[in-house]
């Protein structure tokens, strides 16, 4: 019986393509936390979870999703996104350009792929983490609706990690720079088609995916919400993925559960989080093999 995680390789890749948010003209860099996996018989290469973590997080810190995951024989990849992670510090663009978050793990699966041959790949996320799981299978941004809450017209949901990160972006950016970058980037196809299986746990940003891309979602999709979650609620989050992905399915992992319970150090329901690694593993060995 596995208790416990081995320590995973950690590979630092730079995305070409776009700039560093601190240094533009450095390249983006992209932190993999990298688990092989247990050994086997075959020859196949193992099927492949990609985790992406909340707002303001770490791979590092999903110990919770990537330990059954590992145990289960996956090989498992947790990314640290640039501007969005505690161990690099936080820009605003990482918290408000969720869009480049999707970008990120076609680009690591890209990376992996140049190296060997990639099994069946699933994308495992929570909180921000779940809308990136999603957009990899299809759900995009409304663009309108997300500039609407950069300028202020529409309210922005506290970010506990970054506050006054909207002043912190129209500091950084001339409103025509931050509107280019909205529109341009927002709204656009980040699916990748390797992606065969999406699990979103608690997940972010429902209320600024369209109905029309969600409809199109064909992968199969399984989610599990926090009863008690003030973060991302179940209404305005977790309600369009479930009910406008004609794939998905999930439940709530209990009435009482906070979305803190999924990363505080002492949680009020200590199982909630074992509950769904332990779903999400079940989950992808019966979608990926």
Excluded: C
């Amino acid at each position: 019986m596995i208790t416990s995680t081995p320590e995973p390789l950690i590979r630092v890749l730079y995305d070409e393509s776009r700039p560093d948010l601190r240094e533009p003209a450095r390249p983006r860099p992209i932190r993999m936390y990298v688990w092989e996996p247990i050994r086997t018989e075959s020859d196949a290469p193992a099927p492949l979870v990609v985790v992406s973590h909340g707002t303001g997080g770490s791979g590092s810190e999903m110990e919770w999703l990537v330990r059954p995951l590992h145990a289960a024989g996956f090989r498992v990849v947790a990314l640290d996104h640039h501007g969005n992670n505690f161990v690099d510090g936080y820009e605003p663009e990482g918290f408000l350009h969720v869009w480049e978050r999707p970008r990120d793990i076609s680009f690591a699966l890209d990376a992996l792929a140049r190296e060997q041959p990639l099994g069946p790949v699933g994308v495992a996320g929570f909180s921000i983490g779940g809308y990136t799981a999603a957009a990899l299978a299809g759900a995009r941004v409304d663009p309108g609706i997300l500039w609407a809450v950069l300028t202020g017209e529409a309210p922005l949901p506290e970010i506990p990690e970054y506050p006054g990160v909207l002043e912190a972006l129209r500091a950084k950016y001339p409103q025509d720079e931050a509107a280019r970058r909205t529109l341009e980037g927002a709204g656009g196809n980040l699916s990748d088609p390797r992606v065969r299986a999406v699990f979103q746990v608690a997940p972010g940003v429902g209320g600024l995916v369209t109905r029309e891309s969600l409809e199109a979602v064909r992968v199969p999709v399984a989610i599990r919400w926090a009863g008690a979650d003030t973060i991302t609620p179940y209404e305005a989050d977790t309600r369009p993925y479930l009910e406008y992905i004609p794939t998905a399915s999930g439940r709530s992992v209990g009435p009482a559960v906070r979305h803190e319970d999924f990363f505080a150090p002492e949680p009020a329901d200590p199982t909630a989080r074992v509950r769904a690694g332990e779903d999400a593993a079940a989950f992808f060995l019966e979608q990926l093999g």
